[in-house]
C-alpha cells in the first residue's frame, strides 16, 4: 500500500487536470482504473498514446486529423466555393454531422479573448485569408452564439469582406448559452440554412 | 396591478405580520425606524424578486432567523395570483407563483413596479452613474433583449480594455467591432426611452410645480448630432470617435468612448439641476422622473405597474404635496409611507395603517 499509494496519488493528479474533474471525480475514476481488468486500463492508454504520436493537425484547415491533408480537404466530392469557420475541432465534428452541407472547412483554434490572453495572432487568422481566392464565394462563421464567438465573427467578417468574398453568420437556430458542441444535428442543420450576411 | 394582502416572516423587523390592502393609496404611517421602509421593500420584493435598494438576501433576514418568506396576492385584471419568496441563510431561494416553482424572469414577465426612495434624489445630485442606473433598469425592465446588450456590452467592454492593456503599440482592437454593435444599439434604445421620458417628466413635473419647467437632455459619449434616429449612422460615429480618441486610449488603456461614459443633463427652469436646484425641486424632478418611467412601462408592458414612494412629501411645500395628492387617482393602486401627518393625505378614499412595536395596524 505504502509505495503504490504514491502512483495512484500521480494518476489522480493527472486526472485532476482534466476539464471538468475536480479531485473528488478524479480519486473515483483512480479508483474503477484500479479495479478493472489490466487489458482494458492499458487499451485506454493506449488509445491516448496513439492520439499523441498519430493524430496532428491538418495544414490546410487546422482540423485534427491522421491524414495531413485531412480527409475533409481531400475528399474531392466537396464543394470548394463555401468555407465554415469554426472554434475548435469538435465543433467541425458536429456541424458535419448535420446534413445539408457539402464544403469546406476552418479551424481557429479557439477565439478572440485578450482576457484570456489569446488575440488574433493566436488563432489561425492569417492561414483562413491565405485560403481565400477566386473558388472561393462565401465563409460562414459558426463561431459560438456568446460574446466572443460573435466579437471574433465581427472581426473576421471585417478582414474579409475587402476580399470580395460573401461572409454570413450561422444563424441563432441555437439554443441560447449553449455551445456549438451540444447542439443537435437537426438544429444546426436548420441554423445553417437559416444564415445570414453580415 | 393590485397587491391584495401580503404576509411577512421573519423579514427585517417584522417577525410574523399580514396585511390587507385597498385599491388606490395605502398609507404606512410611523416613527422614524419603525419599518415603513422594510414594507415597502417587501411588497416589491414579492413582485420582482429582489430589493429595490439593491439590498442583499441575506440583510433582509430578521435578526436571529436564518430565513425570511414573503407572500403576497396580486391581482392582474381579473386573474389572482399568489406569489411567495423565500429565503434561507445557507443561500438558498425559492420562488413559487401559485405554488408552482418559477424563476425571477417569470416575476419580471408577469408583474411590474416602481418606486421612489431618498436615494433617487442621487438621478440629479450624484455621479453620472445614478443617471445610467435610472435608465438601465427601466430599459431592461421592459426589456429582457436590452438586459442582454447591456451585460453583453460590459463583457464586450472588458475584453477591449484587456486588449488595450496588453498591446501598447498593437494594432486594430478586435473587440472594436463587437463594442461599436452592440453600443450603438443601446445608445438608440436610450434615446429613444429618454425622448419619451423627457416629454412626459417634463408634464408630470409641470403640474406639481405650478409650470416650472424640467427639461432631461441625453449627452452620449458618441458624438452625435441632434437628429440621429438611424443605427448605421451611429456605429459611423462610434467608429470615428473611436478612431479620434485611438492615442490617448493608448495612453490611459481603456474605453474612452460608449454607453458606459453617457450622461443626462437635467435642467429645470433653464438652469443646470444637479449644481443649481434646491432640495425641494430636485425632489419633485425625482418624483416627476418616476412617475414618467411609470407611464413608460404601463404603456409597454400593458399593465399598470405598482406604484411605491418612500417618503415623497418630505421638503415640498404645501402647494407640492397638494397637486402630488391630486395625481394619485389616476393610479389603480399606490403605497405611500410618511413619518409626519400630512393633513392633505386624510380621506375617505385612502386606507391609512399605522406601523409601529413591529407591527401592521390597519387604522
Ligand atoms: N434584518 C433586520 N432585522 C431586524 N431589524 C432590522 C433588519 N433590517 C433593518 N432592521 C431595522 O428595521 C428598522 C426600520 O427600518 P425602516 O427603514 O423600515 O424604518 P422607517 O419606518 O422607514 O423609518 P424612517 O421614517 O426613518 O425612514 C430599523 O430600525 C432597522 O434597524
Ligand atoms: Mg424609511
Ligand atoms: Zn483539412
Known sequence: MFKSAESVERLITQ?????????????????????????????????????????GFCAICNNISESDPCHICSDSERRNDVICVVE???????????????????????????????????LKIKELLARIDDKVKEVIIATNPNVEGEATALYLAKLLKPLGVKVTRIARGLPVGSDLEYADGVTLSRALEGRQEI | ????????????????????????????????????????????????????????????VAEGANFYRVEGEVRTGKQTQSVAIAYDTGGRKKITIDKTPSRNSGLFERFSAVSFGPTD????????????????????????????????????????????????????????????????????????????????????????????????????????????GDIKLIKLQFEKTIGRLKEREKILQTSLVGPHRDDIDFYINGRPARTHASQGEMRTAAIALKLAVFDYLKRIQKISPLLLLDEIFAELDISRRRK????????EQLFLTTATDIPELASNERKKFVIENNSINPE
Open chain 2, 121 to 228: 434624489l442621487e438621478i440629479l445630485s450624484g455621479p453620472p452613474s445614478k443617471r445610467r442606473e435610472y435608465i438601465n433598469i427601466y430599459l431592461s425592465q421592459a426589456s429582457a433583449k436590452h438586459l442582454s446588450y447591456l451585460s453583453d456590452y460590459h463583457k464586450a467592454l472588458e475584453q477591449r480594455n484587456a486588449f488595450l492593456r496588453q498591446n501598447e503599440y498593437g494594432g486594430a482592437n478586435p473587440y472594436d467591432e463587437m463594442v461599436i454593435e452592440l453600443g450603438s444599439q443601446i445608445t438608440l434604445q436610450r434615446k429613444l426611452f429618454l425622448e419619451i421620458i423627457s416629454g412626459d417628466a417634463g408634464e408630470y413635473h409641470a403640474n406639481i410645480s405650478d409650470g416650472q419647467n424640467l427639461k432631461t437632455a441625453y449627452t452620449p459619449s458618441v458624438e452625435l448630432n441632434d437628429d440621429f
Open chain 1, 88 to 122: 475548435e475541432a469538435v465543433d467541425l465534428a458536429a456541424l458535419d454531422k448535420a446534413e445539408g452541407f457539402g464544403g469546406r472547412y476552418h479551424v481557429l483554434g479557439g477565439r478572440i479573448s485578450p482576457l484570456d490572453g489569446i488575440g488574433p495572432d493566436d
Open chain 1, 15 to 55: 486526472l485532476s487536470r482534466l476539464p471538468g474533474i475536480g479531485r473528488k471525480s478524479a480519486g473515483r475514476l483512480a479508483f474503477y482504473l484500479l479495479k478493472i481488468p489490466k487489458e482494458e486500463a492499458l487499451e485506454l492508454a493506449q488509445a491516448i498514446q496513439d492520439i499523441k504520436e498519430k493524430v
Open chain 2, 324 to 331: 402630488l395628492i391630486d395625481s394619485f387617482g389616476q393610479f
Open chain 2, 1 to 60: 396591478m393590485i397587491v391584495s394582502s401580503i404576509k411577512l416572516t421573519s423579514f427585517r423587523n417584522f417577525e410574523n405580520v399580514s396585511a390587507i390592502f385597498s385599491d388606490g393609496a395605502n398609507i404606512f404611517f410611523g416613527k422614524n425606524g419603525a419599518g415603513k421602509s422594510n414594507l415597502l421593500e417587501a411588497i416589491f420584493l414579492t413582485l420582482l424578486g429582489k430589493s429595490p435598494r439593491g439590498a442583499r438576501d441575506a440583510v433582509m
